[in-house]
């Protein structure tokens, strides 16, 4: 015969401490920007909530803005551990030495670069009709 147990009684719930509101952050529109300091030859990229506060940033630091366009912060954490992938080191900051290849990335992953520090290359194809 089997010789089971019955355990009565009642599981106490434990409660956890889950931010709802962190995560929902994630997802807010505003601005990703990159700005660029010719004196240290670094890029920054970021988020910031509304052009008030990107102004704000820009005139702390003494940056010049490269580029910016609507986004999430979301996007930003995606950047950040993409570039981490390929080798790309920052600072806690955001901060990162400006190379060619930095910038090339920062394009094909759809980041605002702007024209000024990074040209892309225009293919023209040209058909000939004979």
């Known amino acids: ?6 355990i009565k009684g009642h599981k106490a719930l434990i409660s956890s401490s889950f931010n709802v509101h962190n995560s929902s952050d994630k997802f807010k529109d505003g601005i990703i920007y990159t700005f660029y300091s010719d004196e240290f030859n670094l890029l920054k990229v970021g988020f910031a909530e509304n052009d008030k506060a990107l102004e704000n940033k ?3 630091k003494g940056f010049i803005l490269l580029d910016k366009k609507k986004g999430t912060k979301k996007e930003l954490f995606l950047l950040t551990n ?23 990335h920062l394009s094909t992953l759809g980041w605002p670069v ?17």
């Open 1 to 6: 015969m089997n010789n089971r147990k019955i």
């Open 58 to 60: 820009l005139s702390v």
């Open 82 to 104: 993409t570039l981490k992938e390929l080798g790309i080191t920052n600072s806690d900051r955001l901060y990162f030495k400006h190379s060619i290849s930095l910038m090339r």
């Open 114 to 130: 702007g024209r000024s520090l990074y040209k892309q290359r225009m293919i023209k194809k040209e058909l000939i009709c004979a």
